[in-house]
């Protein structure tokens, strides 16, 4: 991977992103150099921080890592879609296959069950087309209500972001992030 495009901010911080950085990451674990990375603008930093989505909120974890690891995927933001996998796979209940299924071209050969499927073709279609068909949208609000439809894209617009920012300034995995398990060529990423 090429050299990262901004240097991550180092230590001392100062006072507002010491305590940001002190309520988001678990005790003894180092802050990732993502939100270092955005640390060096305080302001960005500390509204995409006040922007997150990863509380409890009106979906399920399950659901939420479903859709941030396609989007993420689809982006082909390897760091934050490695991140989430690391950090939550366990948590969410997620299956080797599963994982390798967020990074599947076909959403059907992704081993997740039909319901969860429609939540691959949520993020597929608003990243292709930056909408969803009356179909799709049939079929969703079928299964979720508004409120946690809005939720759900706008996880995906959260995580487009993310994946802008980690893409964009080249920002190294972390040691003990997941790595893709296919070419990105294979999701319909440029290679």
């Not at 933001?77 to 390798?100: N, P």
């Not at 759900?152 to 959260?158: F, R, S």
Request: aromatic share 8%; glycine share 6%.
């Amino acid at each position: 991977m090429a050299e990262p495009r901004i240097r991550a901010a180092e230590p001392p911080y100062s006072q507002t992103v010491a305590a940001a950085l002190d309520r988001i990451m678990p005790k003894g674990v180092p802050p990732l150099v993502l939100f270092r990375t955005l640390a060096v603008n305080e302001r960005v930093f500390l509204r995409v921080l006040a922007g997150g989505l990863l509380d409890k909120g009106s979906i399920s974890l399950r659901e939420r890592e479903i859709v941030i690891d396609r989007t993420c995927a689809r982006c082909g933001s390897e760091y934050e879609w490695g991140v989430h996998v690391a950090l939550f796979r366990e948590r969410a209940g997620l299956t080797d296959e599963q994982i390798v299924g967020t990074c599947a071209a076909d959403p059907d050969a992704s081993g997740f069950p039909a319901r969860e499927r429609l939540l691959l073709s949520l993020v597929d279609q608003l990243h292709d087309t930056n909408e969803l068909s009356d179909a799709l949208w049939q079929q969703l609000r079928a299964e979720w209500t508004n409120a946690q439809l809005i939720e759900l894209v706008a996880l995906v617009g959260l995580y487009h972001l993310i994946s802008f920012l980690t893409n964009a300034f080249r920002i190294p995995s972390e040691p003990y992030a997941a790595r893709f398990p296919v070419r990105r060529a294979d999701i319909g990423m440029k290679a």
